[in-house]
């Protein structure tokens, strides 16, 4: 098994820029593919940024440009950078590990507890 934590959220003002870390309880070099989604209130849960095994990066156009998920296989931690800020970016935002990333248990599916970010106009 492996345990995500996310931490770094907080409450900025728009324009600025916050970094959000996901660590995992074990290696993470045996994790092919990670994702970030967040959950705004009222909405669904929508994934932002998604890195696969060959360091290909995806984002969602509505923050193409901004964030950059990125990881350090030594402090098995994922992060993700957030720029320039927008009042529509707060959410809970949550890390995964998604199905068949995980080497040592394709089935397997897992993710954070999220954390908070929240942006003022």
């Known amino acids: 098994q492996v345990q995500l934590v996310e931490s770094g959220g907080g409450l900025v003002q728009a324009g600025g820029s916050l970094r959000l870390s996901c660590a995992a309880s074990?290696?993470?070099?045996?994790?092919d593919a990670w994702n970030w989604h967040r959950q705004a209130p009222g909405k669904q849960r929508e994934l932002v940024?998604?890195?696969?095994?060959?360091?290909?990066?995806n984002y969602a156009d509505s923050v193409k440009g901004r964030f950059t998920i990125s990881r350090d296989n030594a402090k098995n931690t994922v992060y993700l950078q957030m720029n320039s800020l927008k009042p529509e970016d707060t959410a809970v935002y949550y890390c995964?590990?998604?199905?068949?990333?995980?080497?040592?248990?394709?089935?397997?599916?897992?993710w954070g507890q999220g954390t908070l970010v929240t942006v003022s106009s």
């Open positions: 995964n590990a998604p199905r068949g990333s995980i080497r040592w248990a394709l089935g397997l599916e897992v």
């Open positions: 074990r290696s993470i070099f045996s994790i």
């Open positions: 940024a998604s890195m696969t095994s060959r360091g290909t990066t």
